[in-house]
């Protein structure tokens, strides 16, 4: 939700210098649809579901929900949409998206070490991260396929705009998720796709359609 509000918003007004799209009427449709479908996607109509918040409910009930975790998550999604904006336009300043990237990573590497030696990280976790790296390989190109995300952002946001890539990103990321946990890749919970995740993504999808396509 943070990554659609903060993409709205930065083209509404153009922050950052990002390309400026207006909002038009096909638009905030676009959007509630897209809204919509991010919350049919999260599987929360499904009868197991409610099965379990059913059974839960007594026990939520005397506890104190704590929403940071939920605030948290809407901001780290607001500021992927900032940073997404950001790198496009020093894309666009250097004319190069992989200078940009590098910049981006270069920057981000440096505040990981920092925030490491602050946290005073084991070195044991390293060697467990090396351990499991030999029987699971794929565990090493999560940082090759960040890296692919910023450049592709990075040379998408002058061209269509920070808003667009946004959404766009964000369909692409739900869907592909959906498929990891039906076939259970990557050691994920295997956990088949819902009547519910299928209306969401097609609603999403509609809803891509009429912020990209359709102008009225």
Known sequence: MGKIAMGTIIDQFGLFNSPQNQMIFSRIIGLILLISGVIFSLGIFDSNVKEVIKEEKEELNHKRI??????????????MAIQTAINGYLGKILDSPIHAS????????ICLILINLLLKTRIMNL?????????????????ILG??????SSWLVPLI???QVVVLAL???????ALVEHLGLFESVRNKISRSKVIGLSIMFVGVIFIKFIYF
């Open 102 to 109: 590098f910049i981006s990573f270069t920057i981000g590497i």
């Open 161 to 163: 705009g920070t808003g």
């Open 127 to 143: 060697k467990y991260a090396i351990e499991q790296g030999i029987s699971y390989w794929w565990i090493w190109i999560g940082g």
């Open 171 to 177: 369909f692409g990321q739900l869907l592909f998720s």
């Open 147 to 152: 890296a692919l995300y910023i450049l592709c």
């Open 66 to 79: 704590n929403i940071f975790y939920q605030i948290f998550a809407v901001v780290s999604g607001m500021l």
